[in-house]
């Protein structure tokens, strides 16, 4: 099977460890990734804000980069839904490449049929279901089924977790007051847990939560779920 | 209990759901039914009753009846009086939402009636009782008469979204279920 | 155009009004409890019903189809109404429709009327209009009274005053209502409760002029639904002589039978009850029961043009449950008075710039009041896709011209990979001087348009190496 990573443009330029932590889970268990180096933009900041025509360009380039690959995994939970939900209404001829798209637990839970990656990672986690991953792709427990076994980790349970944490990509700055009102509350919650770390499908919520906890002067840091999922237990 | 109990047990139902919304349900059996409505009418003075209220209902009542006709209706201030009660039939019982519903058919009077007494105490038999919303829509005679839907007695959800019994309507809901046929119209 | 404020117009944008909202902590404590209330009681009588989700898809349905053949079934509505002994009234806009009731009103010579609470009679903006004919409308719903008595506007659909806690009610009562007995008056529920009852009680049994709105019109029997909960409903649809309803053009559903569908979604969807406690249903005129002179002013007022919008017009299929408010992280922030409009949150924020076309005041702001978290379309009971919509609006919606601007240029670079690839070094290289600041990888001020972000929240730099650079090496 051919596997094309989208690494998404906020990874490409604030989470590079994201997109090698995907690499490394995906080649841990025998697989192959390519990485093209074209890919861009899937244009979902564009799209959701009103910019249809602008966002145009970037989901036939999206289509061509991917067209290739048997699946195209991408560790964003609201970048696999705006390919999968929204790009065969956008454009019709991209929804092939669109229904190949999986968000990184559907490609491990559904299409590799494993939730132990074999993950070492001896802390405290709380976790946080990114909006677009809860109620657009539906992921349900995937992400959680597969930090449960991941040795060594306690998983302890947000309160409110369902509750949007207030990014929303540009509300968060045109409506910036809200979105940060929004993120009291979520970072109170994550402080409440305990947790050393908050994970999350979408590192742009993470970017939200984190700089919330930062400002606050909370222990707790943000950490994208795959970075969990690569981390193995040091050889002796 | 589950869908498929009530099925089994409509009644058993109805009077459950009737309960959760604080409506005093009584269950019994056909010659016990005069009783109970006396048991129910305790704290009344006077019943105000639809003209073709069945006279054995109140057979074991024995304070001031005064009856609503379409001749001569009752004042809204005989209706308005302290402890008055007014004592009905119904058209069907709804069970999955412990509902009762009333059309202005036999034995149910006119709208004001059942609104401007603060107690009502309703009469259902076993077979007036339907499961879903739909089957009791279905089973009203003439969907063009005026028709109420009573839920428990007047509530409010209105002060921080709580429910508080007791706003305009009767305040107090008395369910007499019987397990006796209605009788025939 | 009126110089009258619109009750459909926001007169300031959404941010700035939300903003002033979000200052007020004793606001957002009072919608915090209110809203997590009825989120719990709402979600536990939904999962009770094993067959919602089909419920939600027929109730979707039936309304689809009354959008597609709206002016056949409002023309079998009338008749059938009309049959019944009610008097049809169409109106095309807020005004023709205050024209019609105040019309009907003075007839009757009365200068008082009791109202039901009732969405488009707050639409049309009624009740100023009765004063300045000179008639005084009393509100009779608990929390329309407690906002009336406030001298203020709703703040929800559902529960007009969910932006007062029990003190603040005993407050305003104390303050305000006429002969009110303080001895008995406490912050209890049932306390405020009983002294509503007492304060409109007589108001019930003597005025002759009652208004109204209407959940449902059945096309098919000409019958008008009222669902309610106090008995106030049924008060002002009983007793007095004269009923006039004004009811919203999508509020028909094809036959009686349609209405099993609605009963079981919409108390469970707002008041998180199995079933309210009373709905009233009348047909026209019934001699010895109920008013005798019965009236229904059928409101347009931006509905038809809604129409013509395949995407947007799912919003007519709303019953006003509210469900999709008290789900609302953004309105349990703000509040309803931050959207400008009578109707407020995720259907305020599609509805309102529809009805009234996006140009009106700042009611192109309504649309980015949201962070399209999608919570709202999974508590619809029509299913309304409220996002899909909210993206829709932002799409045909003007924009500032500076930020079309950034976005366009955004847009050139994204779809070139070259381009891009050197805008990620650019700004790579942008952030180095702000790691002599960074503590722990995050800046706490950065210059516009990012001052924005580090007003509230502190900012994460871009890492040096990149992921490119890594595969490359490999
Ligand atoms: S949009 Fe849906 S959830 Fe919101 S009030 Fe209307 S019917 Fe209820």
């Known amino acids: 099977m051919r596997i094309g990573l989208f690494l998404t443009c906020v990874n490409d330029l604030m989470f590079p460890g994201t997109g090698q932590a995907v690499v490394r889970i995906l080649e841990r268990l025998g697989h192959t990734v390519e990485f093209p180096s074209a890919q861009t933009c899937c244009g979902q900041m564009h799209a959701n804000s009103g910019y249809l025509a602008e966002a145009l360009p970037m989901v036939r380039h999206f289509a061509d980069t991917f067209a290739g690959y048997d699946a195209v995994v991408t560790p964003s939970g609201s970048c696999a839904a705006m390919v999968r939900e929204s790009y065969p209404t956008l454009l019709p001829e991209a929804a092939p490449v669109a229904t190949r798209c999986f968000e990184l637990s559907e490609l491990l839970v559904d299409v590799l049929g494993v939730t132990d990656v074999g993950a070492w990672f001896p802390h405290r986690v709380t976790y946080h279901p990114s909006c677009h991953g809860l109620r657009t792709l539906r992921l349900g427990d995937r992400p959680r089924r597969l930090l449960a076994q991941v040795r060594g980790l306690d998983l302890v349970d947000l309160p409110q977790a369902e509750q949007c944490c207030g990014f929303g990509g540009t509300f968060a700055l045109a409506n910036a007051e809200v979105s940060v009102a929004m993120l009291a509350d979520k970072t109170a919650a994550v402080a409440a847990t305990g947790a050393e770390y908050v994970a999350a499908t979408d590192n742009s919520c993470l970017m939200h939560i984190g700089g919330g906890l930062s400002r606050a002067g909370a222990a707790a840091r943000p950490l994208h779920y795959a970075e969990i999922l690569a981390h193995r237990e040091p050889a002796r | ?185 | 155009m009126s110089s009258v404020p619109s009750p459909i117009t926001a007169a300031r944008p959404f941010p700035e009004a939300a903003r002033s909202a979000l200052a007020d902590q004793q606001l957002r404590d009072n919608l915090r409890r209110a809203t997590a209330t009825i989120r719990d009681k709402r979600q536990r009588v939904v999962d009770e019903v094993p067959d919602w989700e089909d419920l939600r898809t027929a109730g979707a349905r039936i309304k689809d189809d009354v959008l597609a053949r709206l002016p056949e079934l409002l023309a079998q509505f009338e008749a059938a109404a009309t049959a019944a002994g009610a008097r049809v009234h169409r109106a095309a806009d807020a005004a023709e429709a205050c024209r019609i009731v105040t019309g009907l009103v003075r007839a009757t010579g009365s200068d008082e009327v009791v109202k039901v609470k009732s969405m488009a009679t707050q639409e049309i903006g009624l009740n100023e209009a009765l004063a300045d004919a000179g008639v005084a409308a009393v509100e009779t719903d608990l929390a329309e009274l407690i906002v009336q008595l406030a001298d203020d506007t709703p703040s929800h659909i559902l529960v007009p005053a969910i932006h007062y806690n029990r003190s603040q009610i005993r407050d305003i009562f104390a303050r305000r209502m006429p002969g009110v007995d303080l001895s008995t008056l406490t912050d209890d529920p049932p306390a405020l409760a009983e002294a509503a009852r007492r304060h409109l009680r007589a108001k019930f049994l003597s005025t002759e002029v009652a208004i109204s709105g209407a959940n449902f019109a059945v096309a098919e029997t000409g019958t008008l639904v009222v669902v309610e909960s106090e008995g106030n409903g049924r008060m002002c649809l009983t007793l007095p002589d004269t009923l006039i309803s004004v009811v919203g053009v999508e509020k028909i559903v094809p036959t009686f039978a349609d209405l099993g569908v609605f009963l079981q979604l919409l108390p469970r969807s707002s008041t998180g009850e199995r079933m309210n406690p009373y709905t009233s249903m009348w047909t026209g005129v019934t001699p010895g029961d109920g008013p005798g002179d019965v009236h229904i002013v059928l409101l347009d007022n931006g509905r038809t043009p809604m129409l013509a919008d395949p995407v947007g017009r799912q919003a007519l299929r709303c019953i006003r449950c509210s469900a999709c408010l008290n789900v609302c992280p953004v309105y349990e922030r703000v509040g309803g008075h931050a959207y400008g409009s009578v109707y407020p949150g995720p259907i305020g924020a599609i509805l309102t710039p529809q009805l009234t076309g996006q140009a009106a005041g700042a009611n192109h702001t309504l649309p980015y009041a949201s962070t399209l978290c999608g919570a709202c379309y999974d508590a619809c009971p029509v299913k309304i896709n409220i996002p899909e919509v909210l993206v829709h609006l932002r799409a045909s919606g003007p924009k500032p011209p500076a930020a079309r601007a950034g976005m366009r240029a955004v847009a050139r670079v994204m779809r070139r990979p070259r381009w891009y690839r050197a805008g990620l070094r650019l700004l790579r290289w942008a952030a180095a001087p702000w790691r002599l600041v960074a503590r722990g990888g995050q800046v706490r001020r950065l210059p516009w348009p990012m001052s924005a972000w580090t007003a509230g929240r502190d900012a994460p730099l871009p890492p040096r190496g990149s992921f490119r650079d890594w595969w490359a090496r490999r």
């Open chain 2, 1 to 185: 209990m589950s869908a498929t109990d009530a099925v089994l047990d409509p009644v058993a139902l109805l009077a459950g759901r009737l309960a959760d919304y604080r409506a005093t349900v009584h269950r019994c059996h056909p010659s016990g039914l005069a009783a109970a409505v006396a048991t129910a009418l305790a704290r009344t003075h006077r019943v105000a009753a639809p003209a073709d209220l069945p006279a054995a209902w109140l057979s074991a009542w024995h304070g001031d009846v005064v009856h609503d006709d379409a001749g001569a209706p009752l004042a809204l201030a005989e209706l308005d009086a302290p402890a008055v009660s007014v004592v009905t039939g119904c058209a069907v019982a709804m069970a999955e939402t412990g509902t009762i519903i009333l059309d202005a058919g036999p034995r149910q009077g006119r709208r004001a009636l059942t609104l401007v007494p603060d107690h009502h105490v309703c009469v259902v038999a076993a077979d007036q009782i339907a499961v879903s919303v739909p089957q009791a829509l279905a089973r009203l005679a003439d969907p063009t008469r005026p028709l109420t839907m009573i839920s428990g007695p007047s509530a409010t959800s209105d002060i921080e979204l709580n429910r508080v019994e007791g706003v305009h309507g009767p305040r107090r809901l008395d369910v007499i279920l019987t397990d006796d046929p209605a009788p025939s119209r």
